[in-house]
């Protein structure tokens, strides 16, 4: 199964954290997924991602993170503003909740989340116009009054009176644009009727068929963002009337936003960041940003000229008004998905990975996380055997009692990889041949290698399962490997899932959809005439198991399992 965590770790787990009383808490949540990110008139910097926010002051390196743990009301965060006029910052989420962070204090406003209405609430866009600021989502556009704090009125503005995704709204010459999934729709802002649909008319002549993403006024000119299969197109057209003409086009390029503000036009894109100026002369196309392969989700412009993007890996990205490149985010795990967590001592480490419902790849290559010594390290564990593009689907992962800094992790294609003292990656598997570890015996995966529990035992053995293999455990004891077959109970078609070795120095491990496999080596790995195995089930003698469908196993500090 794959566990998507927004994760927050309490201070029961006094190996890893001590720098902060029990019962108090703090988040670690990753920050280099950046989706949007707003400047304030003083310059500082506001960034979102979809579990927390966090605020930058340029001028004093100053670097603060945002969340549920002191101002936020929720987690799922789809765009942010900022609203010069009640200095603000408006935060969205996509259940349509709200908050408004203000200088010391903050308001939520969860009218749309718990609105009757049923349908699509995210917030999609965020426009601040003189006391109101009007809401792109999925119903409509929700209008807020900020002198009131309430939500004043709600446009649903499909045909018919019908619900229409609104992905963006721009305001020019007293008159309101809706940028829908079904084109443009336009009307009179003096109009005190808006929430009747037939207010609204469609804008005729657009360019081309297609979901309009985005829509913004600048230097006299409406520019569109189209959405096509292949490559979105942004055209512009001068207000005063006229043709259409193609602004951007780039092959298999999809334009995230479009930003205006102070002179500059931004686009932000899959494959770069892109300034113009008001002479619509490009300033800067960057496609790379110290080393990292810009995905950016918004870009906006500071006073000074200095571009900062919101990318979908790399974090926010700081283009200074001298083209020195900067990266800014606060420390985290790589990212959000979470299979399993281990501790000890005050080393924490992460198995970013999972499988599918049917126990099947997801071919998910992710960096390896670890909070060690109160720091997050991120080590990038190169290529794979099978893979040469990546290691796939971390599965689990175990620290090394004996020697902290060698953590061992269990991938469901590579087998056993761990990271070694000296920070390098070494992979057992059923290719490297100095191991016991075999591959899956399927026609279709040669030299596939599937480990999803690893358990050391008081000893330091590392005990590893091994799915759809002749033999379901393996142990390294030293460097000697031994294997562990368990016919007729098991056979090349079950799988092992957690593990966990006990202080009676039994191995218990999870065989899903049969049940706890329970291994008593008595104490002499290399000889096995004398072990004893059992398969516990859900029959009556078995183990009398409520189900066969084990999820995860642990022993209290009685010995009981």
């Not at 190996?15 to 280099?32: E, K, M, N």
């Not at 113009?276 to 080393?291: K, R």
Request: hydrophobic share 35%.
């Amino acid at each position: 199964m794959k566990y998507i965590l927004f994760f927050i770790f309490f201070s029961l787990a006094h190996c890893v954290i001590a720098q902060f009383s029990t019962g108090t808490w703090r988040d670690h949540l990753p920050y280099g997924q950046t989706i949007d990110v707003c400047v304030t008139e003083q310059g500082y910097i506001y960034c979102a991602t979809p579990y927390s926010m966090f605020f930058y002051n340029p001028f004093e390196s100053d670097l603060q993170r945002i969340s549920k743990i002191n101002r936020l009301s929720d987690v799922g965060i789809s765009s942010i503003e900022y609203d010069q006029n009640h200095r603000s910052v408006i935060v969205g989420y996509q259940n349509g909740n709200l908050d408004i962070l203000f200088d010391g204090y903050q308001i939520n406003i969860p009218d749309i989340k718990i609105s009757s209405l049923i349908g699509d609430k995210r917030i999609y866009d965020i426009l601040p116009y003189g006391d109101k600021v009007y809401l792109s989502t999925g119903i409509g556009i929700v209008v807020l009054d900020l002198e009131k704090m309430e939500i004043k009125s709600t446009y649903i503005i499909g045909s018919g009176g019908s619900q229409v995704k609104v992905n963006d709204v721009a305001i020019f010459d007293n008159r309101i644009y809706a940028a829908t999934d079904n084109g443009i729709k336009v009307a009179d802002l003096s109009n005190s009727f808006l929430s009747n649909y037939q207010n609204w008319s469609d804008y005729a002549g657009l360019p081309s068929m297609g979901a309009v993403k985005e829509i913004e006024f600048f230097v006299d000119y409406l520019f569109i963002n189209i959405a096509g299969e292949t490559q979105d197109i942004i055209y512009k057209r001068p207000v005063s009337g006229g043709n259409w003409e193609v602004f951007a086009q780039y092959d298999g390029m999809f334009y995230n936003n479009m930003w205006c503000g102070g002179g500059w036009l931004t686009l932000a894109g899959s494959g770069s960041y892109m300034i113009f100026h008001n002479d619509l002369f490009m300033n800067v196309n960057e496609t790379t940003h110290q080393g990292v392969v810009v995905n950016c989700n918004n870009a906006v412009v500071d006073l000074y000229g200095g571009v900062w993007a919101a990318d979908d890996k790399g974090g926010l990205l700081w283009r200074k008004n001298d083209g020195a490149k900067l990266i800014v985010r606060p420390q985290g795990p790589a990212e959000a998905a979470v299979r399993r967590l281990s501790a000890y001592n005050k080393n924490f480490w992460i198995a970013h990975g999972g499988v599918n419902d049917s126990w099947g790849n997801t071919w998910h290559k992710a960096p390896l996380s670890g909070f060690v010594n109160e720091q997050w390290v991120t080590i990038n564990p190169g290529n794979g055997i099978n893979d040469t593009e990546g290691i796939n689907d971390m599965m689990t992962v175990a620290i090394d009692p004996n020697n902290n800094s060698r953590v061992s992790f269990g991938s469901w294609d590579e087998g056993l990889v761990e990271k070694q003292s000296d920070g390098s990656i070494r992979i057992y598997n059923s290719q490297t041949g100095d191991n016991t570890l075999e591959e899956a015996g399927y026609d279709w995966a040669p030299g596939w290698t599937g480990v999803a529990g690893l358990a050391y035992d008081l000893y330091g053995n590392l005990w590893i399962g091994n799915s759809y293999a002749e033999h379901h455990l393996h142990v390294r004891s030293g460097n000697n490997f031994y294997a562990f077959g368990f016919s007729p109970l098991l056979n090349e078609t079950d799988k092992i899932g957690d593990m966990y070795a006990t202080q009676f120095n039994q191995i218990w491990a999870v065989v899903p959809g049969k049940g706890i496999l329970v291994l008593d080596h008595n104490g002499t790995i290399g000889i096995q005439s004398d072990d004893n195995f059992k398969l516990l089930t859900d029959e009556d003698g078995e183990g009398g198991l409520p189900s066969k469908d084990v999820f995860c196993i642990q022993e209290d500090l009685d010995g009981e399992v």
